[in-house]
């Protein structure tokens, strides 16, 4: 089935590594976003890619890093410079079509202590 | 003023009987508009697209009233199954790709 993996469900660290969350889709869709969730709040926008070797910053980039290497590949680092890291974050990805929806991944949720 | 708010609630409605709540959006130049539902610790589902025509599907109707900037989600006959936060979403720019989100509306049925 096609779908939006992400990996790992749960994810643990200690403060001051960075951490790499993993993101795969076998949709064939062109765009692909990372937004973060946190308790009782929207989602915010971290990155954004359109296409292969391109991605833009979204509201929150700060302390945060992607590539999109391959189409089918969006892979976020959150680094040490992430002030408040614990957080549950999204992966998502669209066909490059007016008014097409947003498909999550289940998302990991990140805890740093 | 935020690209999207909702009021959080909680909205407790009775079983069987009809909720509604909008989503007010700050561009009114925004395209392309949706609800997703989210359950508790889940990441977020397509519910629907919101049309200009407003649509429906099933149980759910969704409306969109440029005029005043907002859209709006209505369920009737509410079910326990319903329970959820719904989300909406907006494109704000005219050519860029992203969504902006809400912070949802959390519906509990009660039985």
């Known amino acids: 089935d096609g779908g939006i993996t992400q990996s790992p469900k749960y994810l643990f660290r200690k403060e001051g590594q960075n951490v790499t969350l993993s993101c795969e889709q076998n949709?064939?869709?062109?765009?692909m976003y990372w937004y973060r969730q946190d308790p009782g709040q929207g989602l915010r926008l971290i990155y954004y890619?359109?296409?292969?070797?391109?991605?833009q910053k979204g509201d929150i980039a700060e302390g945060y890093s992607v590539s999109r290497e391959k189409k089918e590949s969006f892979p976020l680092t959150v680094t040490s410079a992430q002030k408040n890291p614990t957080a549950f974050y999204l992966c998502?990805?669209?066909?490059?079509?007016?008014?097409?929806?947003?498909?999550f991944g289940n998302g990991t949720r990140l805890t740093v202590t | 003023r935020k690209e999207v708010e909702q009021d959080p609630g909680p909205f407790n409605v009775p079983e069987g009987a009809t909720v509604a709540f909008n989503c007010t959006y700050s561009n009114s130049a925004s395209q392309s508009f949706f609800w997703y539902r989210q359950d508790c610790r889940k990441e977020p589902k397509l519910l629907m697209s919101?049309?200009?025509s407003g649509n429906e599907d099933g149980r759910f109707t969704a409306q969109l009233n440029r005029a005043s900037q907002y859209i709006s989600l209505l369920i009737r006959d509410s079910k326990l199954s319903d329970s959820a936060t719904y989300l909406c979403a907006v494109n704000p720019y005219y050519g860029n790709n992203r969504l902006a989100f809400g912070k949802g509306n959390q519906v509990v049925v009660i039985p």
């Open positions: 998502a990805s669209r066909i490059q079509t007016p008014n097409s929806p947003l498909h």
């Open positions: 949709l064939n869709h062109d765009a």
């Open positions: 890619s359109q296409i292969v070797n391109d991605f």
């Open positions: 919101v049309y200009s």
